[in-house]
């Protein structure tokens, strides 16, 4: 053989050596983690860990409100449980049964007596039909105690496994009302709440956890190498941020679970006008709706944030500013209370002091609450100027920008009538009005009168890495900065002088005004059933927060609504929320 022949045949195989070389490499280097991803599909099963395969809702901080808890629960692979025995041979003239049936049907009746959710017939039945149509896995009961969960894993029951769950939702009823709840199964459709508002978002979500078996190549699973932990949290997932402050919300959750069985409360960042709390009492378990729906005599699933209420007392901080802004009144401008405002020999208007407060100043009547001063002043705006002032504040705008429009009847409707101009200036009959809309009225007080409409949304992103910002209007003068200062110091002197003292801290100054509503509704006992209020904000000298409070079922607002506003702003100074210079 000639040198020639020998080099042409070493030159082929080494031309040929090179490109499987440069294949292998191909392979290994460039789809090296496509190639061993697509394996590990054809090779495992996964257990999803998540309850509901949904984005994340987080805070302002970015702190998750959803999926932050997990309990234990057991999980059924039912393919798994039948697949892989053979079938029996029959006996005795019988038809033969799969021994896999019997699997499951084993399976069924032991699970069923620890878990106490179903019947066997009804767990054997939801395994087989799991099995049939593909199902990797099937959770079969949740919150399992310790005792449960040992009787589970010493039955040695095949394609069974303990592990945990990660629950959407808090039982407690954290934010059940902002948050609302979606349905169960493979769709996961938002139903209520921030879930129906961002369904698009939320269902968009591309990370999971899961748990893993690897199964050799008939398909069985690997003893040792069954059901390990995989955390695959892609770069990007569906997510709703909030405004909401979790920190400053566990706050107003602990403050009214301590005092308020029936109510509502918002807190407001008074230049930013972004909702960082709000919650509703009684609330719900989001896993207990149907039951809830069928015999709730206690409205458990309104938002009574949202919901219109006569909001007495507090409506005199829009008659103050109106009178001030038109210079109908000045702060020092004596009037006589006698008790009673008497419009004729037939109708007249009690004070809270029911032997009246005699000579008193403007300032001194709004801390003090006196209704016949402020009748008075009322009766100067005349029912056009009362709901002059009302649209310039847009008082009865139901709107929070990320959440949409809600319907909850607030209205200035007032008679042409001066019985009725008075009881609207005491917001009585003719003015309905939610807590949000009053929080956002003292914002736009304590921010030197500039006015702009809630916010509960800050961004969105999809799963595709687009950070979707919510659009806000600019802000605009609603009341010229110097009425809404004079306001500010008559809202402190409630609370240094006159019916607000039991909101007052010793850390920072608070202003507020308190109020009591009636209702027209009645207990057993004859009793008016009464509404009770405290709006404010602080720090009083560099307003940063407002917050308001209404307590159905109280007394007054001093007693009711004032304590729990303290509560609160004393717990958020404790988490170090301080106050911030403008």
């Given at each position: 053989?000639?040198?020639k022949?020998?080099?042409?045949i ?21 789809k ?9 599909v054809?090779r495992?099963?996964q ?13 302002c ?6 999926g932050?808890?997990?309990e ?8 798994e ?7 029996d041979?029959s006996?005795?003239?019988?038809p033969?049964?799969k021994?896999?049936?019997q ?8 699970l069923?007596?620890?878990s106490?959710?179903?019947?066997s017939q009804q ?9 049939k149509s593909?199902?990797?896995f099937?959770r079969?009961a949740s919150?399992?105690?310790p ?10 029951l095949?394609?069974v ?10 039982e407690n009823?954290?934010?059940?009302h902002l ?8 769709n996961?459709?938002?139903?209520t709440?921030?879930e ?9 979500n591309?990370?999971?956890?899961a ?10 699973a690997?003893q040792?190498?069954?059901?390990k932990?995989?955390n695959?949290?892609e770069?990007?997932?569906?997510t ?5 402050d ?16 029936c109510?509502?409360?918002v ?10 709390a709000?919650a509703s009492?009684p ?5 207990e709706?149907?039951?809830i729906?069928e ?9 009574r944030?949202l ?11 829009l ?12 702060l ?5 209370c006698?008790?009673?405002?008497v ?15 005699g ?11 006196c ?27 139901e709107?929070?920008l990320?959440y949409?429009?809600?319907?909850a009847g607030?209205h200035i409707?007032?008679?042409n009538?001066?019985?009725a101009?008075?009881n ?5 009959e ?7 809309q ?21 961004f969105?992103?999809d ?10 209007p600019d ?19 409630v ?5 607000g003292?039991?909101?007052a801290l010793?850390?920072v ?25 405290f709006?404010?904000?602080?720090p009083?000298?560099k307003?940063r ?21 303290k509560?609160?702003t004393?717990?958020?100074l ?6 911030l210079t403008?």
């Amino acid at each position: 053989m000639s040198y020639k022949r020998v080099f042409i045949i070493m030159a082929f195989f080494l031309v040929a050596a090179s490109g499987l070389l440069a294949k292998l490499g191909y392979y290994q280097i460039i789809k090296g983690q496509e190639i061993a991803r697509q394996a590990v599909v054809m090779r495992s099963r996964q257990v999803e860990l998540k309850e509901y395969n949904r984005g994340d809702i987080l805070d302002c901080n970015l702190l998750p409100i959803t999926g932050t808890r997990a309990e234990t629960a057991a999980y059924c692979l039912p393919r798994e449980m039948s697949r892989n025995h053979p079938s029996d041979s029959s006996t005795a003239g019988q038809p033969a049964v799969k021994s896999g049936e019997q699997a499951l049907i084993r399976a069924a009746r032991i699970l069923a007596e620890v878990s106490g959710n179903q019947t066997s017939q009804q767990l054997y039945k939801e395994l087989k039909q799991a099995a049939k149509s593909g199902k990797p896995f099937v959770r079969i009961a949740s919150n399992l105690t310790p005792e449960q969960t040992a009787r589970i894993n010493s039955s040695r029951l095949t394609g069974v496994v303990v592990a945990p769950v990660i629950r959407r939702y808090p039982e407690n009823g954290f934010m059940a009302h902002l948050l609302g709840y979606s349905s169960a199964g493979a769709n996961n459709k938002g139903i209520t709440g921030l879930e129906k508002c961002y369904d698009n978002v939320l269902c968009e979500n591309t990370g999971s956890q899961a748990l893993t078996s690897i199964l050799d190549a008939r398909g069985i699973a690997i003893q040792g190498l069954m059901f390990k932990l995989r955390n695959e949290q892609e770069h990007y997932q569906g997510t709703v941020v909030l405004t909401i402050d979790k920190r400053i919300q566990e706050a107003v959750e602990q403050a009214m679970n301590e005092r308020i069985k029936c109510g509502a409360v918002v807190v407001m960042d008074v230049s930013s006008k972004e909702v960082l709390a709000m919650a509703s009492r009684p609330t719900f378990d989001p896993y207990e709706v149907e039951k809830i729906v069928e015999d709730d005599e206690k409205g458990s699933l309104n938002n009574r944030a949202l919901m219109a209420y006569h909001p007495g007392s507090i409506f005199k901080i829009l008659v103050a500013a109106a009178a001030l802004e038109e210079k109908l009144v000045v702060l020092g401008e004596q009037f006589n209370c006698q008790g009673k405002y008497v419009f004729n020999d037939q109708v007249f208007i009690p004070c809270l002091r029911e032997k009246g407060h005699g000579n008193i100043s403007f300032a001194e009547a709004f801390a003090l609450s006196c209704n016949p001063s402020f009748i008075a002043t009322g009766l100067r705006l005349h029912r056009e100027g009362l709901i002059k002032y009302a649209e310039r504040l847009h008082l009865t705008d139901e709107k929070l920008l990320g959440y949409g429009e809600y319907e909850a009847g607030s209205h200035i409707a007032i008679e042409n009538a001066d019985p009725a101009v008075g009881n609207a200036s005491l917001g009585q009959e003719g003015v309905m009005l939610t807590p949000l809309q009053i929080c956002n009225m003292v914002a736009t007080i304590a921010d030197d009168g500039r006015y702009a409409p809630p916010v509960l949304v800050r961004f969105t992103v999809d799963r595709e890495g687009e950070k979707q910002m919510l659009t806000r209007p600019d802000k605009e003068q609603a009341l010229s900065p110097e009425t809404a200062r004079t306001v500010q110091q008559l809202m402190e002197k409630v609370v240094t002088e006159g019916t607000g003292k039991n909101a007052a801290l010793s850390e920072v100054r608070v202003a507020g005004k308190t109020a009591t509503s009636q209702t027209g509704n009645y207990n057993p006992n004859g009793e008016e059933l009464l509404n009770t209020w405290f709006a404010g904000y602080f720090p009083a000298e560099k307003p940063r927060w407002a917050i308001v409070v209404l307590a159905e079922g109280g007394k007054s607002g001093a007693e009711n609504a004032a304590p729990v506003f303290k509560a609160i702003t004393q717990q958020m100074l404790m988490y170090g929320v301080r106050p911030l210079t403008r």
